[in-house]
């Protein structure tokens, strides 16, 4: 499977390499109250691009992996990023119940208790789904979305932190920055030297995307009861400042209000892409082929230009969706880029089985 995914693109497609640092080109594009852009750190001006390639969501699609396994047995995952030039594949969940880990507290290995503080597990995968490592992150958020940077040799994580709990939950207030350590344990209270990053002011329910093409990450966050999304130049965020303003911010759109369950999103050029559905259940039968719903947002306009709903993998078993992600299978050509989308899956129906990830993937026309 991993050789297919290594090679099937490369026979198909041919064209001059297009590098993934290049500025953005075109004119900024937001909501009315979006400020210019800022300068970044060399000195020249990131935009949202005029142009870039979309994922048409109707489009066949591909396999990653299916049904590989997680650190955690017990708990679905949650989102997933994707390092190709490493060949490495990152994916959080809520850390099991039974865990103990450093610090902990009497009954901190309860699940209700990981899930409402926000401890998240992050496995670290190959291309072909083989578990690699992992390490635990306390105090996070619900993982909804996370994002990968590689920045030459080097290799960070993005995620929410200092989560609040609301509900059964933790979510998170603030972004981080930090690479992979196999093993370790980031507590969000007792860690020091943590890269934090408050990219809007007064905000809750924050989580990040990456997208490695145009070197931009979005930031999915709360405002006054509303869901948001700020599209910012990776670049700028890299570094600490006072204050960070965004190339783009629209409003969650009205299609997702209501009934639909949001699972995820991702970035790539001037789209937004959203995930939502639900798991296999009584009102959501397997021989109903699933709710689960892919769709395209344009970050210059806010409007959805396209939305399906997706019965790719409805063969799986559970098959709830779970995380968006998007990379390059061919570092420096944007034209090679993948759109993951993401099931917790199991190998049978039976709910004693080990929670499982799977990752089907669309490409560029």
Not at 164 to 179: K, Y
Request: proline content about 5%.
């Amino acid at each position: 499977m991993a050789d297919h995914f290594l090679t099937r693109r490369g026979l198909l497609r041919a064209g001059s390499a297009a590098a993934a640092g290049t500025a953005l080109g075109g004119a900024l594009v937001g909501h009315a109250a979006a400020a210019p852009a800022r300068p970044t750190a060399g000195g020249g001006v990131r935009q949202l691009p005029k142009r870039s390639p979309s994922f048409d969501l109707t489009s066949p699609h591909d396999e990653l992996f299916v049904n590989a396994g997680l650190h955690d047995q017990r708990t679905i995952m949650q989102s997933f990023a994707v390092d190709s030039v490493g060949g490495h594949v990152y994916v959080v969940q809520i850390t099991q119940g039974g865990t103990v880990l450093p610090g902990d507290e009497s009954g901190d290995e309860e699940y209700a208790r990981r899930a409402a503080r926000g401890d998240l597990t992050m496995s670290k995968l190959d291309l072909a789904g083989n578990l690699l490592g992992h390490m635990y992150l306390k105090r996070f958020g619900h993982g909804v979305a996370i994002g990968v940077e590689r920045t030459g040799r080097s290799v960070h994580l993005w995620t929410e932190v200092d989560s609040v709990t609301e509900g059964a939950s933790g979510w998170g207030t603030r972004l981080l920055r930090f690479p992979f350590e196999d093993g370790a344990v980031i507590d969000a209270d007792r860690t020091t030297g943590l890269q934090r990053r408050e990219l809007l002011p007064g905000v809750d329910r924050t989580t990040c995307n990456v997208d490695p093409g145009y070197r931009t990450l979005a930031m999915r966050y709360r405002r006054d009861g509303g869901f948001r999304y700020a599209l910012f130049a990776l670049d700028d965020v890299r570094v600490d400042r006072p204050s960070y303003t965004p190339l783009a911010d629209v409003p969650q759109p009205a299609v997702l209000s209501g009934g639909p369950v949001f699972q995820g999103y991702a970035t790539y050029g001037r789209y937004l892409y959203l995930y939502d559905g639900q798991i296999y259940s009584g009102a959501n039968p397997p021989e109903g082929q699933g709710n689960a719903h892919l769709t395209r947002v344009n970050w210059h306009t806010g409007e959805v230009e396209q939305r399906v709903r997706t019965i790719d993998g409805h063969e799986l078993h559970r098959r709830e969706p779970e995380g968006l992600g998007v990379w390059l299978e061919q570092p420096g050509r944007r034209d090679s880029a993948r759109l993951g989308f993401a099931f917790g899956t199991s190998v049978t129906a039976n709910p004693d089985d080990d929670r499982l990830c799977t990752i089907l993937v669309k490409d560029l026309p």
